[in-house]
């Protein structure tokens, strides 16, 4: 009695805070928008608009660590802080059940208005470009017809099945917290706490358990999507519209609901650290290990230059024997997990440790890799780690949002963030590429699998040598995170090297980051035959942007939009 009191009593609490909140800033904007227009006139008036604007960029631009640490890290920390007990509180409750038909009728209202005034534009959820994870500022937003298709709760859950069913804003973290006291996780559980599961499903995830389990999309059992119609279908494996929804970045129809396999967790992962001090040698073991009958659970590499690395593998674990070490790596002020491995490298001698799950998961979430370095170059140092560790790691969304031009010029020009996904027989070559064209280490490898679907096969292709619906053929991804090490460094250049080379051995792009290639090659490299199918079924051509235009290099690196003549549409 007492639950279902509170049940009724926390939404009425919710929606009195929500409506205190909203008075708060009907008074507080008009003051605020008064002082704004006195200081800009005040400004105009004195000519100190210029100035005070080039110095505010000046410091985004050459003191951003000290922005990060001042401003990014204690609101980062804050809005954790606040999501987590609010998603306590949801789950509890089972609040976000209750609200999804809400939601689910404001986004198809949202879609018929669209209809109804013509379809004057092409459609796009409403999620600001600061907010995703990735390098792209996504400014094409901003002239097309936005729906506010934030769902960030999970629904239900099915024991019985083994089904977890969830909105698409519902990110890693989440499901780790909701999942792992239940004894249970996701086959795949990307690294970054940040990533939500309708950008893995739209985009694609993958984790070093890709090579038993496949990406993302192969642990999804069935989809719920608002179709340009303005009608909701529920899709699963059988139907088409099912598998062109991966790597389609939100161009076929609104993701409102997945549905999740699941399997069973254990309490530890036994992870093993294995040096290696060739190039030759890291392929030579990797390929054994990948291409094992019985793989272990988890396999990815860290490669510290071309000659110079670590393997690593896991498996599940429910209790430490007899002497056995357990790491709980996330703690505040210990190195971050690439360092730690680096430790096992220059030492060149094996490890064995046991590694909480949960920390297992997040082992790259403090140091975002190693990115994190790039904008705080003293986050090593133990001093830090002791005094500020416990408030990383600062939100990717939040760093981006205080992004100069500038900066973003610099990045453009001087940085790479780059996954090359291609056949495991091929991992020598790639390895050597980027030495060659980029040089950028910590290089990270992480081996997945991709499978045959038969009639319905999606953007990526079926693996060559594979015959009929099911077989399966092993990749491995490489990817850059950092400043490129090479002399007279052509980003442009550089990077379509290696887009010609993945598409001439049946290799692909991870296109979280934005491509150099043509629209031609673009779709050489990815096949669009069900894809244009499914969006010439349901208008989704006339309803939507084409993929390629989401992740072309030319419309993603300023932060202005190129409206082209078009508004906004709201």
Not at 60 to 79: A, D, G, M, Q
Not at 177 to 205: A, F, H, I, Q, R
Not at 462 to 467: E, F, M, V
């Amino acid at each position: 009695k007492k639950m279902t009191t509170l049940s009724h009593i926390l939404p009425l609490i919710e929606r009195i805070v929500g409506l205190a909140f909203s008075a708060f800033l009907s008074v507080a904007l008009p003051i605020f928008q008064r002082f704004s227009q006195l200081f800009q006139a005040f400004l105009d008036k004195s000519g100190l608009r210029e100035p005070l604007w080039n110095l505010f960029v000046h410091i985004l631009t050459h003191y951003r660590s000290l922005l990060v640490i001042t401003f990014v890290l204690p609101l980062s920390f804050l809005f954790d802080l606040f999501w987590s007990l609010r998603t306590r509180y949801v789950n509890k409750f089972h609040y976000g059940s209750r609200q999804h038909s809400a939601r689910l009728e404001e986004i198809l209202q949202r879609v018929q208005q669209w209809n109804r005034e013509g379809k004057k534009t092409k459609m796009c959820t409403a999620r600001p470009g600061w907010m995703t994870v990735s390098p792209r500022h996504a400014q094409y937003k901003n002239v097309l017809f936005t729906v506010d298709t934030h769902l960030p709760n999970i629904l239900q859950l099915d024991r019985e099945k083994m089904i977890l069913v969830t909105e698409p804003s519902v990110n890693i973290i989440q499901l780790l917290d909701y999942l792992l006291p239940k004894g249970l996780t996701l086959p795949v559980v990307p690294e970054m706490d940040e990533l939500t599961v309708g950008g893995l499903v739209n985009g694609y995830g993958i984790e070093a358990s890709s090579h038993k389990y496949g990406l993302f999309n192969e642990i999804c059992v069935a989809f719920e999507v608002v179709l340009p119609n303005g009608t909701i279908k529920r899709v699963t494996k059988e139907d088409r519209l099912f598998h062109a929804i991966p790597w389609s970045f939100g161009t076929v129809g609104f993701l409102t609901a997945v549905e999740l396999k699941l399997i069973p967790a254990s309490k530890y992962v036994r992870h093993r650290y294995i040096p290696v001090n060739s190039r030759q040698e890291c392929v030579k073991l990797w390929t054994e290990l990948q291409t094992r009958p019985n793989p272990p659970e988890f396999l990815e590499g860290i490669m510290y230059s071309e000659h110079k690395g670590v393997v690593l593998t896991g498996d599940f674990c429910d209790a430490p024997a007899q002497g056995e070490k357990v790491n709980h790596i996330n703690r505040w002020f210990k190195p971050y997990f690439y360092m730690h491995c680096k430790s096992f490298s220059d030492a060149n001698k094996e490890g064995v440790e046991l590694i909480p799950l949960k920390d297992y998961y997040r082992r790259h979430v403090r140091g975002i890799f190693w990115a994190l370095k790039d904008q705080i170059p003293v986050c090593n140092h133990w001093l830090f780690r002791w005094t500020l560790g416990w408030s990383l790691p600062p939100r990717v969304a939040f760093l981006k949002l205080i992004e100069s031009e500038a900066m973003t010029q610099f990045y453009e020009e001087n940085y790479v963030m780059q996954d090359l996904l291609l056949p495991l027989e091929r991992m020598d070559d790639i390895i050597s590429l980027c030495e060659k064209e980029l040089a950028v280490y910590p290089l990270w490898l992480c081996p997945f699998r991709v499978t045959n679907t038969g009639k319905y096969q999606g953007k990526v292709r079926a693996p060559k040598g594979t015959k009929k619906e099911g077989d399966y053929a092993q990749f491995v991804d490489a990817a850059t995170i950092g400043e490129p090490g090479v002399k007279h460094f052509d980003t442009e250049k550089s990077i379509q090297k290696m887009e010609d080379y993945l598409r001439k051995v049946g290799g692909f792009q991870g296109n979280y980051s934005y491509t150099y290639q043509s629209l031609q090659d673009f779709r050489q490299m990815f096949d669009h035959s069900l894809y244009d199918q499914v969006r010439a079924e349901t208008k989704g051509d006339e309803a939507f942007p084409e993929s390629f235009d989401k992740v072309t290099r030319k419309n993603q690196w300023s932060k202005k939009a190129q409206s082209n003549g078009q508004k906004k549409k709201n």
